[in-house]
């Protein structure tokens, strides 16, 4: 063999890669070798690497690391919080680990279970209680010092509450079209340091609170456009193209900054009740699309426990007897985040026989209070 012939076998042979996919090579490596730490909510966080594992098993050998890294990643974790009715829970749920994910891992040798990462939250109702969260974050930190059988001053509580807050960003687009002009240009927002404070800081996750705050509206235009339209040929369903956008926009945030991708929305109505492990699970009819559904990779039901209502016929006087009784009830009541199992059947058996090993098969409980989120 000729030196020029040795010289082209070895070229062919050498790997070019850009400075990205050599960091998204060595983050996946990292993730591979150690459990990730999502939202710093242990349930939450293994229901999630539950479904990771799985995935990661399931990576064929003659991949390239180029193309793990990207299957990795395009496979990363897109959390949805699903309210089983009004007032379930999921905005308080919402609220605790968001404080879980901007407050410091510690603070004086005191484990405060926090991220120290940026958060990005769409807000496109004007939802989000910004003195709601302060509450709670602080509840957090004085229930992590109390743990310890340590004391912090209020002011120095007040103050990491304040500098955690300043890596929270909340964009409230109007429409589904700002919503998608917003998402295209957020990569270039976090990379400017000058516009803001977070640059110090790896983006946590990418929050979407009532991630159908635009689908009635997008479903008249879609229907309208449709009446209008000329062609004989129906056209593509402008729903379905606004969120294979989104879905589209979300996938490459992800591929960039290896985030969580979390949503809260509502269902419609429970449609029926499935028994998993001893627990009856709604069984909820989503009436979001098709792409976003297969997008999400966790999905948890949050729910209130009911209190039992007075029977018919019960007199004032019976009513009156018991207000007590059911006053308390009510006040210790607790909230529940469940893993949805509607689409189990689309599940790897090693991923369903895992999660059946999981303690409590993955139930998460917590009260509300008016101090803040308590983990039961």
């Known amino acids: 063999m000729t030196v020029e012939n040795l010289g082209t076998n070895l070229l062919r ?21 150690q459990r990730q730490k999502w939202t710093g909510q242990a349930v939450i966080d293994k229901l999630m690497n539950v479904f990771l594992s799985s995935d990661q098993s399931h990576l064929q050998p003659s991949f390239t690391s180029e193309q793990q890294s990207v ?25 605790y680990l968001i404080g879980l994910l901007i407050l410091p891992s510690k603070h004086e040798g005191v484990l405060l279970e926090g991220k120290a990462s940026a958060v990005v939250v769409f807000d496109p109702g004007n939802d ?53 002009a917003t998402l295209s240009n957020l990569r270039q927002h976090l990379f400017n340091t ?30 309208e456009d449709q009446v209008n339209s000329t062609h004989l040929v129906q056209k593509p369903s402008l729903l379905s193209s606004r969120f294979r956008d989104f879905v589209a926009h979300l996938r490459r945030l992800q591929m960039d900054f290896s ?71 009510v006040d210790n009541s607790v909230f ?18 895992a999660l059946r090993a999981t303690e409590g098969s993955g139930e998460l409980s917590f009260k509300v209070t008016a101090s803040g989120v308590l983990i039961t």
């Open 259 to 329: 985030c969580l991708i979390m949503a809260t929305s509502s269902a419609l109505s429970t449609t029926a009740y499935s028994r998993i492990d001893g627990h009856l699970v709604p069984v909820l009819r989503s009436h979001l699309p098709n792409i976003w559904r297969k997008f999400v990779r966790v999905r948890l039901i949050v729910q209130h426990e009911t209190v039992r209502k007075f029977p018919l016929g019960v007199s004032w006087e019976e009513a009156a007897a018991e207000a007590g009784q059911r006053r308390e009830a």
């Open 13 to 33: 042979e050498v790997k070019v890669e850009g400075l990205i996919e050599l960091l998204r090579t060595a983050r996946s490596f990292h993730d591979n070798q």
């Open 128 to 180: 989000l209680s910004l003195l709601r969260l302060q509450k709670i974050m602080t509840n957090h930190i004085q229930s992590c010092f109390r743990r310890s059988s340590e004391s912090c001053p209020t002011a120095t509580i007040n103050s990491i509450v304040r500098y955690s807050l300043e890596h929270l960003h909340v964009l409230r687009p109007q429409t589904s079209i700002t919503l998608l």
């Open 194 to 223: 000058a516009a803001h404070k977070s640059a110090n800081r790896s983006v946590g996750s990418i929050i979407l609170h009532n991630v159908d705050a635009f689908l009635w509206q997008d479903r008249l235009e879609d229907a």
């Open 71 to 95: 299957v990795h990643h395009q496979r990363a974790p897109v959390l949805e919080l699903v309210g089983a009715s009004p007032c379930s829970g999921k905005t308080q749920l919402l609220y």
């Open 336 to 353: 529940s985040a469940r893993l949805d199992w509607s689409e189990s059947d689309e599940w790897r058996e090693e991923t369903t026989a």
